[in-house]
């Protein structure tokens, strides 16, 4: 007996000793887990952030504070943090782990594409969105869940609900619409770009222009470089009869993009990451 209380004496003492000089295991998780210096950059998050592609020379602004560490992961010892609100320019087009190469303030180092956002493309201006293009990407939101409703633009500025949404069945142009909502992909973008000016109002039923119209430049808006497409500029192209729109909200304008799109009968109007092959071309509002 007394050698076993010795024994045991003996291990909570060594026990002791251990959690004073912090040798005990970490908690458990994985790998990717870290103490973070000063700055978010859980892998986990749900945030919306950039991916994919992205020009390089294009503008990012941090959404809160980040690392800027000197490799692609977060085993990679920091640099330095990057403040919210903090302007960086992309260094290379292609990610690594989900991590940027960037240059900010001087430095340049690897930081999470999860907590930036894009302010402007490679070559494009660095001012924030003007109030005109932040309502059209507004609009564009707004029209995220509807259906897809041929030759029509109209939904509700609240979004969809179960009963407002509306549906479509068939193959397009020779689909059925049910409901009272929804547009098609140019009757949408006409409605986020207010086109014509009189074409304001989202809960009334508009369709001026189709994408054999928006392929072409006029009053309303022009051709813009693909490689400096800016948030609320639109990609379209129309051929043998066929066409499409889609309002460009943030990435690379010749990679990977989010953008806003009614996009088809089966599908509705989504906002999601794609691309644009070479057949489409950037137009932007006038005065934007």
């Given at each position: 007996m007394k050698t076993h209380a010795r024994r045991l004496s003996l291990s909570i003492a060594a026990a002791a000793i251990a959690l004073g000089m912090g040798m005990l295991p970490a908690c458990s998780g994985d790998d990717s887990s870290e103490e973070l210096i000063g700055a978010n950059e859980d892998l986990g998050s749900t945030s919306e952030g950039v991916a994919g592609t992205i020009a390089v020379g294009t503008t990012l602004k941090s959404t809160t504070d980040v690392n800027l560490r000197n490799g692609p992961g977060t085993t990679y010892s920091v640099l330095h943090v990057v403040p919210t609100g903090a302007k960086?320019?992309?260094?290379?087009?292609?990610?690594?782990?989900?991590?940027?190469?960037i240059k900010h303030d001087g430095t340049v180092g690897w930081s999470s594409g999860k907590y930036y956002t894009t302010i402007s493309a490679g070559g494009g201006s660095t001012s924030d969105l003007s109030t005109a293009q932040q309502g059209a990407i507004n609009r564009g939101k707004s029209v995220k869940g509807f259906s897809y409703w041929w030759g029509h633009g109209r939904w509700k500025a609240d979004g969809p609900t179960s009963s407002t949404k509306g549906s479509c069945s068939g193959s397009c142009p020779s689909c059925s619409h049910s409901g009272?909502?929804?547009?098609?992909?140019?009757?949408f973008v006409a409605k986020a770009w207010k086109v014509p000016s009189s074409n304001d109002d989202i809960a009334v039923d508009s369709h001026p222009y189709g994408t054999i119209h928006f392929v072409k430049d006029s009053s309303n808006w022009s051709t813009v470089s693909r490689s400096n497409v800016k948030p609320a500029d639109a990609?379209?192209?129309?051929?043998?009869?066929?066409?499409?729109?889609?309002?460009?909200?943030?990435?690379?304008?010749?990679?990977?993009?989010?953008?806003?799109?009614?996009?088809?009968?089966?599908?509705?109007?989504v906002y999601g990451l794609r691309t644009a092959s070479s057949s489409y071309k950037a137009i932007r509002r006038a005065g934007w």
């Open positions: 960086v320019t992309v260094e290379a087009a292609d990610p690594k782990n989900g991590f940027y190469k009272s909502y929804g547009a098609d992909c140019s009757g990609l379209v192209y129309n051929s043998g009869g066929a066409g499409h729109i889609i309002l460009f909200e943030k990435g690379d304008g010749w990679g990977s993009m989010y953008a806003y799109e009614c996009k088809g009968c089966s599908a509705g109007c």
